[in-house]
C-alpha cells in the first residue's frame, strides 16, 4: 500500500449531495491536504436501480461551488482509473471468481420469493433477519448443474459462523462484532453488477486508499469488508467513521425534516464558506474554541484525533447566525456580486452603483440570509407605503411642524453632507421642543418606511440630497 495517504470519497448518484455527504467529502479533503495526501472522487454507480440522470454532474458541480477540489476523478485521470464503478465490472466479477475458487465465496440460487419467505419466517420466530446459507451446503455437482441449466444467480460472501472480528476504529477505538451476526453479503447481484461492499474493497485496494473515511452507518459493514480484505490476503487500510447527523430532537438527519440537500442550502442563500465552516464543526474541533474558520486554516488544523464519537446536532440557528456573520466579513465587492442578481429579480433598479454600495454596506448588518436583503434594501429605491397606524404619526401636528421646518431649513443649505443633517437633527429637536420618539420616529417613518431603523444622517448618506428631500415633500400637507 502507498505510504502517501490517499482518501476518496465515493458517492452513489442517487440524487442531490446531502450535507452529510458534504461533510464527508469535507473530511477527507481536509486529511488528505493536512498530510499532502491525494483526494480522490469515485463515483459508485453500481446499483442501476437507483441511478439518477444528471446526479454525478450535480455532485461535481456542488464539489466545485464549495471550494472541495479533487486531485483524482472523472476528468482527472491519476492513473487509477476509470473512476465510475459501471465502467470496471469486468474486474468486479474477476475477483468474485477468485472468491468463489478459493471457498470465500459461493453462488446462490435462491429466488425472491424465496428470500422473502425466510425473512417472514424469521421475524415470526423473533430470529435475526439474515440469509439462513441454504445454498452453502450444495455440492459442486449440484452448483454445476444450476449454472448449465441458466438458473438465476447472486454470488454471496461465506462469513465465518463463529467468532469475533475485532478492528481499530480512530474514532472509536477497538470494535468487535460476533461473526454470527454478520450476514453472508450478496457480492455479485443477479443482474452481473457487485454490490458496494464488493465494489468498494475492490477499488479501494486497486486505487491505493490507505484510510477510509466515512459516515457511521457503515460501522457495521466494516466486518464484511475486513472479510474481504483478508480473503484476498490484502493489507486493509485504516477506518474512521464519523458521528451521525441529528436533528435538534436527536433523530437522525435525514430529508423527511427538511431541507438537507446542499443545493438547497446555498438556494435559500447560504454561503459556501459558511456552510463549509458550519458543516467541519460537526464532529470535529479545534484545541481552542474557535468556531469560524476559513478553508485554509481548517486544511492546517484539521486531525481525525479531534473528531468525536458522539452525534453532531445541526442547529439551523447556529448556521444562520454564521452565515450572517460571513456576510458581515465579506468583501464589499464581492458581496455586491452575489447580491446583485437578488436585486434584479426583484425588479430593483440599482443603477447608482456609490447608492448599492451603501446600502449594502447598511443592510449586510442586518441580515443572515442573502435573499433577506431585499426587504433590507427596497425601502431605498421604492416608494414607502404606509398604515393607517402610520398616517396617524405622519399627520400629527409635531410632524407636519417637523416637516416644514426641515424642509424651509434644507433650501437654506448650499452644501448638504451627512455633518449638515446631524446638525439639522439637534437644532429641529431644540427649536421645536420635539425629542426622543416625538423627534425621531416621525424623520424615520417619512424617510424609511418604519420607525425604528438607522439614524438620520444614515439615510441622508444613502438616499442623497434629491430623494431626501423628495420624501419629505411627500409627508408634507403644508
Known sequence: MSDKIRVR???SPTGYLHVGGLRTALYNYLFARRNDGTFILRIEDTDRKRYVEGATESLIHTLGRMGLAFDEGPGKDGGFGPYFQSERTSIYLEHAEKLIADGSAYYCFCTAETLTDMRERQRINKEMIRYDGRCRKLTSGEVKAKLANKVPYVIRARIPDTGNIKFNDLVRGEVSFPWDMVDDQVLIKSDGFPTYHLANVVDDHLMKINYVIRGEEWLSSTPKHIFLYEAFGWEKPEFAHLPLLLNPDKSKLSKRQGDVAVEDFLDKGYLPEALLNFVAL?????????EIFTLKELEE????????????VFDLEKLKWMNGHYIRQMDIVKLEERLLPYFLAAGIDVDSESKFRKVIEFARERINLLPEIIEQARMFYEDLNFSEEDRLILE???????????????????????????????????????????????????????????????????????????????????
Do not use: M
Open 9 to 11: 470519497f465515493a458517492p
Open 282 to 290: 460537526l464532529g470535529w474541533h479545534d484545541e481552542s474554541d474557535r
Open 301 to 312: 488544523l484539521f486531525s481525525l484525533k479531534r473528531i468525536t464519537k458522539s452525534g453532531a
Open 396 to 478: 400629527s401636528k409635531n410632524a407636519q411642524k417637523l416637516y416644514g421646518y426641515w424642509l424651509k431649513r434644507l433650501e437654506k443649505e448650499e452644501e448638504l453632507t451627512v455633518e449638515t443633517i446631524e446638525r439639522l437633527t439637534k437644532e429641529s429637536g431644540a427649536e421645536l421642543q420635539l425629542k426622543g420618539k416625538e423627534l425621531y420616529f416621525p424623520l424615520r417613518l417619512a424617510l424609511y418606511g418604519k420607525v425604528h431603523g438607522p439614524n438620520i444622517p444614515i439615510l441622508f448618506d444613502i438616499l442623497g440630497r434629491e430623494e431626501f428631500i423628495k420624501r419629505l415633500q411627500k409627508v408634507c400637507s403644508a
